[in-house]
């Protein structure tokens, strides 16, 4: 096995995440370090105060634990802390640590188990993939950030323990709350300049600069996507907002299935909307929207497949019937 060695970029990060802030950010494109350098910091400050109590939060919990309790912690603890035992509880969903500090893992799209969660004090808190979280379950969840425990210094002294929320993200677009809160330094709702703006730090991390642990495939099927999606999973900036969009990012982002496990569908129906489009000369007109989207049993809408495509009548009638 390779021998762990930290990124220049994750150094630097680790010198964001101890500072002085106590909200940090950490954002940029996929596969950069984020999560591992704040699940780190985290076992690690539950090292130093005994009997602590930390989180991890994200939007679904099915997500949070395929992603961080079954790949990225285990790893976290087989790279950084060797020799260090722990019991994860995998009906709970939560470990512990031998100094008897304790590190949950929660999903927001659980009203039971959250309201479990938000029963406890917590000395940290982490919320994975902000960019599907919205603003007021992160209010309710900081609420919880209250737990006092002292930090281990020395041998025979110790000091309370700094309270510690930690946030990390693909950005969206500049209309979420994470780019209006860390990098305007304003109040996402009311959009008034925030009364202790040096509370909340933010820092970039992209797949290049953690290239020495990625595959040299894996960033060129970053580089070819899209330009939308290279600018977020690559570049790992936020993108122009689009106030004026039907649909914002974040809410599909929220809703997105990722899992595979979709619900039975009552109804399927094909979409188009042509736009006058020819095979050759269509340099001045739109692309014809195809959307495939079914009704699930329970309620909600999924789409299936989006073939818009920009081509004449000829193509896209085949397509269209095809997929009807």
């Known amino acids: 096995m390779k021998e762990f060695k930290w990124t220049e970029k994750q150094l ?19 596969r950069s370090g984020k999560t591992f ?27 949070l634990i395929a992603s961080v309790f079954l790949d990225t912690f285990p790893k976290v603890m087989r790279l950084c802390f060797k020799g260090v035992d722990y019991v994860a509880h995998g ?22 188990r959250t309201e479990k969660i938000l029963g406890m004090e917590f000395v940290t808190l982490f919320f994975n993939e902000t960019s599907q979280i919205p603003f007021q379950s992160i209010l309710m969840a900081l609420t919880r ?31 979420h709350w994470t780019y209006r ?6 109040d996402p709702d009311t959009r008034v300049q925030l009364k202790n703006p040096e509370d909340y730090a933010h820092f970039y991390m992209n797949p ?27 570049e790992g900036r936020f993108a122009d907002a689009t106030p004026n969009a039907l649909f914002p990012e974040e809410f599909i982002d929220k809703w997105r299935v990722i899992d595979g496990e979709c619900p039975q569908l009552v109804r399927v129906v094909v979409s188009v909307d042509p736009s006058g489009a020819d ?46």
């Not at 809160?181 to 304003?186: I, N």
Request: glycine share 8%.
């Open 12 to 30: 630097e990060a680790g010198e964001i995440t101890s500072g002085n802030a106590t909200h940090v950010l950490l954002v940029g494109g996929s």
């Open 37 to 63: 350098r704040i699940v780190r910091d985290i076992v690690m400050r539950a090292l130093k105060a005994p009997n602590s109590r930390h989180c991890i939060f994200r939007f679904r919990l099915n997500h």
């Open 91 to 112: 009906q709970e969903k939560y470990v512990t640590l031998p100094n008897n500090s304790e590190i949950w893992f929660a999903g927001l799209d659980d009203k039971d």
């Open 145 to 175: 950030l209250s737990q006092l425990v002292q930090q281990e210094v020395s041998g025979r002294s110790s000091k309370p323990m700094k309270l510690r929320a930690y946030y990390d993200e693909n950005p969206p677009n500049r209309n």
């Open 181 to 186: 809160q860390f990098v305007e330094k304003v």
């Open 208 to 234: 290049k600069d953690n290239q020495e642990n990625l595959s040299g495939e894996y960033l060129k099927q970053l580089e070819a996507m899209p330009a939308k999606m290279r600018l977020r999973f690559l």
């Open 279 to 324: 095979d050759i000369d269509n340099a001045d007109n739109d692309e014809i929207g195809i959307m495939v989207v079914g009704l699930g049993i329970d309620g909600n809408a999924y789409v299936k497949e989006d073939d818009t495509i920009k081509a004449g009548p000829g193509t896209w009638v085949r397509k269209y019937y095809c997929l009807n």
